[in-house]
Nanobody
């Protein structure tokens, strides 16, 4: 089991920037993917971005060109740099950790979330 602690959320004006952090601790797996999901009020949870232990990244179309995901393997931490924020980015952002043995999916863990509010 991996414990995930998010930080960096807050209130920002449209066009502003925030950087989210997610630190993983516990049973760290060699093969893994860390990512971010978000859930806005009245909407289903949606995928935002992910990065594998090898550094491969994926982004939702809605955030491409604005958000950048990165990781520091030494710190077991993933970051989400969010630029040009829009009101529709307002949501609770949760960190996700997926465990793999090669390509075999073993399971996943979730953080409790950090709130991002984009408003004037």
């Amino acid at each position: 089991q991996v414990q995930l602690v998010e930080s960096g959320g807050g209130l920002v004006q449209p066009g502003g920037s925030l950087r989210l952090s997610c630190e993983a601790s516990g049973s760290i797996f060699r093969s893994n993917a860390m990512g971010w999901y978000r859930q806005a009020p009245g909407k289903e949870r949606e995928f935002v971005a992910s990065i594998t232990s090898g550094g491969s990244t994926d982004y939702a179309d809605s955030v491409k060109g604005r958000f950048t995901i990165s990781r520091d393997n030494a710190k077991n931490t993933v970051y989400l740099q969010m630029n040009s924020l829009k009101p529709e980015d307002t949501a609770v952002y949760r960190c996700n950790y997926r465990r793999y043995s090669g390509s075999f999916y073993l399971g996943e863990d979730w953080g409790t979330g950090t709130l991002v509010t984009v408003s004037s």
